[in-house]
């Protein structure tokens, strides 16, 4: 696991809760050496500090996202704002985190997404041209790949798993992402990105649609 901070009190304190979680830690200070780390060994995750010096937090998740699509990232801010969380999320974290913060909720947010990483199901969900095969991890669109992210793909596995059913945001906050209570603009991004890799027209999506004043619904091709 790599954690970039250039922060030596919080890296410190951060690998001290991994490691005593099970994980092997490297930690590192900047930018450009987090980018070298990850290409030299590849992470199972990054937790990531947006604050950084030249190469600011943002730009290193494009880079790693660029590298590695499937490669899980939790982004640490000091911004509170809402707008600087969703522009993080909108980069392609996966989860955050708004410092000051509970190491021991950074421990269950990593066990979290990894343990996403790793579902025991061994299944191919299909809606025509748009198949997901959750053992690999893996989604196409008209034989294509797509480049999900950890959370993109366990939402779209989640709603071709249940076509047809209105969710709300607080429901899929629940049962895709584990929490119980957040920021519920998490899942506004996460399904706006979803859409601009899913479907022909995001701004008139065919699949994944807009219940106003209630949620979000997976139409499978055809209809439910």
């Known amino acids: 696991m790599l954690v970039v901070d250039d922060d030596p009190t919080v890296s410190d ?18 930018g450009p050496t987090a980018l070298a780390a990850a290409r030299a060994e590849p992470p199972d995750l990054v937790v990531l500090d947006r604050m950084l010096g030249d190469l600011d937090g943002l730009e290193v998740c494009r880079r790693l996202r660029a590298r590695s699509p499937r490669l899980p990232v939790i982004m640490l801010t000091a911004l ?33 997404v990894l343990r996403r990483t790793r579902p025991p199901a061994d299944e191919v969900l299909c809606d025509g041209d748009l ?16 480049p999900l992210t950890v959370r993109e793909f366990d939402l779209l596995e989640f709603f071709l798993s249940h076509p047809g059913r209105t969710w709300s945001r607080a429901q899929l906050l629940d049962r895709v992402w584990g929490w119980r209570f ?7 991004v996460h399904v706006r990105r979803l859409r601009e890799k899913v479907e022909a027209d995001p701004a008139a999506p065919a699949r994944l649609l807009t219940v106003w004043g209630v949620g979000y619904r997976y139409e499978a091709a055809g209809g439910a």
């Not at 600087?84 to 190491?103: H, I, M, N, Q, W």
């Open 13 to 30: 304190v951060v690998r001290r809760y991994l490691e005593q979680d099970g994980h092997r830690v490297r930690l590192v200070g900047d």
């Open 80 to 112: 509170s704002e809402e707008a600087d969380r969703v522009t993080g999320l909108e980069t392609g974290a996966d989860d955050y985190l708004t410092k000051p913060f509970s190491p021991r909720e950074l421990v269950l947010r990593v066990r979290s």
């Open 131 to 146: 198949v997901a095969d959750t053992a690999r991890r893996t989604a196409t669109l008209g034989g294509r790949p797509l």
């Open 182 to 188: 957040g920021d519920q603009s998490t899942v506004t």
